[in-house]
T-cell receptor, first 115, second 109 residues
């Protein structure tokens, strides 16, 4: 079955620690995205990547880092520089189409709690 | 700035019809998406509109008026499982998705 996987579903970390969230897709999608969702707010884009070895900052990239070494994988590191990291993190992917990207499909999400 | 407005919360009765509105002001327009998100879960794709008019897909329909910057999602024959948040998102001229905060729909028996 094709899909997007994120692990783990729940993650707890102590303040000051870096943590890496996993995102893998086997849909053969070119583009991948990381969003953050906080209660009562829309999804906010952290980073996105349209091709391997290339990625761009979204609206709230400060305190986060990513890599795109393989088409299937787009891990997100939440660093200690992120002031308020507790949130629901969603990974998405899509095909690229002429002029841009197609419909985005989401993984199940990782709920990160920093204690 | 870019902005998407949706009602925060709506309540409807099982078996009834509900219309969830979305208005937008964005830098360009390359399509509007509706997603459903159950509590604690990921958004799932419902519909896509890029031309004016109504798109029907089973119990769900989505309407778009580009001149008015307006869309709605119409849900018919409501079921308890339709209780969820409904997210409106617009793809701007840079093909970036701008997201509304979502409308929480509560279905009562």
């Amino acid at each position: 079955d094709g899909g997007i996987t994120q692990s783990p579903k729940y993650l707890f970390r102590k303040e000051g620690q870096n943590v890496t969230l996993s995102c893998e897709q086997n849909l053969n999608h070119d583009a991948m995205y990381w969003y953050r969702q906080d209660p009562g707010q829309g999804l906010r884009l952290i980073y996105y990547s349209q091709i391997v070895n290339d990625f761009q900052k979204g609206d709230i990239a400060e305190g986060y880092s990513v890599s795109r070494e393989k088409k299937e994988s787009f891990p997100l590191t939440v660093t200690s520089a992120q002031k308020n990291p507790t949130a629901f993190y969603l990974c998405a992917s899509s095909y690229r189409v002429a002029g841009g990207t197609d419909t985005q499909y989401f993984g199940p999400g990782t709920r990160l709690t920093v204690l | 700035g870019q902005n998407i407005d949706q009602p925060t919360e709506m309540t409807a009765t099982e078996g009834a019809i509900v219309q969830i509105n979305c208005t937008y002001q964005t830098s360009g327009f390359n399509g509007l998406f509706w997603y459903q998100q159950h509590a604690g879960e990921a958004p799932t794709f419902l519909s896509y509109n890029v031309l004016d008019g109504l798109e029907e897909k089973g119990r769900f329909s989505s309407f778009l008026s580009r001149s008015k910057g307006y869309s709605y999602l119409l849900l018919k024959e409501l079921q308890m499982k339709d209780s969820a948040s409904y997210l409106c998102a617009v793809r701007d001229s840079n093909y970036q998705l701008i997201w509304g905060a979502g409308t929480k729909l509560i279905i009562k028996p």
